[in-house]
């Protein structure tokens, strides 16, 4: 019970702390308002726009700008008819919180 019980918090306290400050952000920054980690919402997954990107090393400078500027920022939107808006409708994201979130979201 006792080995359990150490056990269980060892598990927990080797989580990756980084991973989930950054879904932290992106949780504030409200992108789970239309994304959602695995299942399509009204946008696309963050799953499938990280396979989608794999591989393109100006992934993340473009998630970068997408997610400061919206599907504008790259001539979108390109999943669908629904467009990312830019930040006068939602909360901001500044340049390193941005880079932060895009990293993250290639990594999902
Ligand atoms: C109001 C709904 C909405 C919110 C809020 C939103 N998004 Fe999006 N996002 C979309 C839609 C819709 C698309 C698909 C646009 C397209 O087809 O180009 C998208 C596309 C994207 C893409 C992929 C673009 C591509 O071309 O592969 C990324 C990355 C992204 N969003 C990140 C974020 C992040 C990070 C946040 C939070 C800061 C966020 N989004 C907030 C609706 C939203």
């Not at 992108?31 to 993340?60: L, V």
């Not at 467009?83 to 919180?97: F, K, W």
């Given at each position: ?92 994201v500044s340049e390193a ?12």
């Amino acid at each position: 019970m006792k080995i359990a019980l150490i056990l269980s918090v060892a598990i927990a306290s080797s989580l990756p702390a980084v991973a989930m400050a950054n879904e932290k952000l992106a949780q504030d920054k409200q992108c789970f308002g239309c994304h959602t980690t695995k299942p399509d919402g009204a946008a696309p997954s963050f799953q499938k726009i990280s396979q989608h990107w794999k591989g393109n090393k100006d992934a993340e400078a473009k998630l970068v700008a997408i997610i400061r500027q919206g599907s504008a920022a790259t001539a979108g939107p390109h999943w669908n008819k629904a467009t990312m808006p830019d930040q006068a409708e939602r909360p901001l994201v500044s340049e390193a919180e941005a880079r932060q979130i895009a990293k993250w979201v290639l990594g999902q």
